[in-house]
């Protein structure tokens, strides 16, 4: 059997980026702390199973509502009806901010209407990676990212 660069059980089974979710975790945690590989494969299909539960139960508020796309409003309301409640305020403020930064974003240009650089991009997604990852971690603050434009030969 070959190495899988993504973690499931067949082609048809939902799976998520073996590189990706590794790099999640890892993240997650701090840097002394090691994560077998057999726990990270059972973290990843825990992820996978909770995207089905989720997206399941909200097909079924759509459905109960007569409606044939599912809404972010749906997600939110399988996650009540999930006991996740807890969580809707954090998911809702994290949707609404991927609204404002992909409003603009999709066309090159900040909301402003200035063109933005790949440099320029690319310092925006690590500034919101940052961003996430401290709200993930309860509100810590991020490491501090080097300034790009500091000299470091100096």
Same mark, same amino acid.
């Given at each position: 059997?070959? %190495?899988?660069?993504?973690?499931? !059980?067949?082609?048809? &089974?939902?799976?998520? +980026?073996?590189?990706?979710?590794? !790099?999640?975790? $890892?993240?997650?945690?701090? +840097? &002394?702390?090691?994560?077998?590989? &057999?726990?990270?494969?059972?973290?990843?299909?825990?992820?996978?199973?909770?995207? /089905?539960?989720?997206?399941?139960?909200? /097909?079924?508020?759509?459905?109960?509502? @007569?409606?044939?796309?599912?809404?972010?409003?749906?997600?939110?309301?399988?996650?009540?009806?999930?006991?996740?409640?807890?969580?809707? @305020?954090?998911?809702?403020?994290?949707?609404?901010?991927?609204?404002?930064?992909?409003?603009?974003? $999709?066309?090159?240009?900040?909301?402003?209407?200035?063109?933005?650089?790949?440099?320029?991009?690319?310092?925006?997604?690590?500034?919101?990676?940052?961003?996430?990852?401290?709200?993930?971690?309860?509100?810590? /603050?991020?490491?501090?990212? %080097?300034?790009?434009?500091?000299?470091?030969?100096?």
């Amino acid at each position: 059997m070959e %190495p899988m660069d993504i973690v499931g !059980k067949s082609k048809e &089974d939902a799976s998520l +980026p073996k590189a990706t979710m590794t !790099k999640i975790i $890892k993240e997650m945690l701090p +840097p &002394d702390v090691r994560v077998a590989r &057999d726990a990270q494969d059972l973290l990843i299909e825990c992820c996978v199973e909770f995207i /089905n539960l989720i997206s399941s139960e909200s /097909n079924e508020v759509c459905s109960r509502e @007569e409606k044939r796309t599912i809404a972010p409003e749906h997600v939110l309301k399988a996650l009540e009806v999930l006991g996740f409640g807890e969580y809707i @305020e954090e998911v809702y403020a994290a949707y609404e901010q991927h609204k404002l930064e992909t409003m603009d974003l $999709k066309s090159g240009k900040w909301s402003n209407g200035a063109e933005m650089t790949e440099e320029e991009a690319l310092a925006e997604q690590q500034r919101m990676f940052a961003e996430a990852r401290a709200r993930m971690n309860g509100g810590t /603050n991020p490491p501090k990212q %080097p300034d790009p434009d500091q000299n470091l030969d100096s």
